[in-house]
């Protein structure tokens, strides 16, 4: 996959992965469409890039994801890129009196169901154009759960299956577009700032690695502590669990 003279949207653009893969891409010489809730923060990030636009919007609210759908397709016809990568996660155990149920949902909304909806709604957008990718961020909880984020861990699970499935579809359909899955480890950055952990990795090493694999068309990027994570849940899924959560904790 091409990185540059692309039309890319990245969700989470204001902050971390988001940003730096903001920053990355509008440096390569791409146009940089930034997706995120705080209005104000990202208006003034996209300021400071080279061709990139600023579009509020709750990921969490299916009007507000219809509206930027409505907007991209109308205003962005260039479009052929998008970078699935905003998230929200609760730091909680099941069975500690926490309303798993209602943190389940919001995170649910968020991280997973729209990455489907928007999926859907841009793939034809996408589609007109002879190369195009999708690339979705999940992470080594998509093996196995991390007892600190039981329900975040469980949406990486689906959005990990539901990306295998698409992929498939769209081989099948023989489809121009490509769909990536990063498979980011613990980052440091504002969603991790409370957790106190020596194995976080820079956002600018896991974008590095991002851009290299599109690249070479790696569509399953392991980086960090997801590989060993992965590596493990090949030959056993116990190991792995142990493994991950004595490291996280």
């Known amino acids: 996959m091409k990185t540059t003279k692309n039309t ?3 969700t989470g653009g204001g902050t971390g992965m988001g940003l730096e893969a903001a920053k990355q891409f509008s440096q390569a010489g791409n146009k940089v469409i930034m997706i995120a809730r705080n209005e104000k923060r990202l208006k003034e990030e996209a300021a400071k890039l080279p061709n990139a636009i600023a579009i509020a919007c709750d990921l ?9 759908v409505s907007t991209l ?14 998230g929200i996660a609760t730091n909680y155990s099941l069975l500690d009196g926490s309303n798993a149920y209602e943190i389940s949902k919001q995170e ?5 169901n729209s990455a489907v909806l928007l999926t859907h709604e841009l793939a034809p957008l996408l589609a007109v154009h002879p190369e195009s990718a999708m ?5 080594a909880v998509a093996f196995v759960p991390d007892l600190m984020h039981p329900t975040y861990s469980a949406t990486k699970a689906a959005l990990h299956s ?4 698409l ?3 769209l081989e099948r359909n023989s489809s121009s577009i490509k769909l990536f899955e990063l498979m980011a480890p613990l980052v440091d950055t504002p969603f991790s700032k409370a957790v106190k952990a020596d194995y976080k990795m820079p956002a600018s090493t896991i974008i590095d690695a991002l851009m290299a694999g599109l690249k070479k068309d790696e569509y399953e990027l392991h980086a960090g502590l997801t590989k060993e994570v992965f590596e ?5 899924t116990q190991d792995a669990l142990k493994f991950l959560n004595s490291v996280t904790g």
């Open 232 to 236: 493990k849940s090949q030959k056993s």
């Open 73 to 86: 397709k109308s205003e962005y016809p260039d479009l052929n890129m998008i970078f699935l990568n905003a």
């Open 167 to 169: 992929r498939l579809v």
């Open 108 to 112: 649910m909304l968020t991280n997973y």
């Open 162 to 165: 539901y990306i295998l499935g």
């Open 135 to 139: 690339i979705i961020t999940t992470s």
């Open 60 to 68: 969490s609210d299916e009007q507000s994801v219809r509206s930027l």
């Open 8 to 10: 890319i949207l990245i």
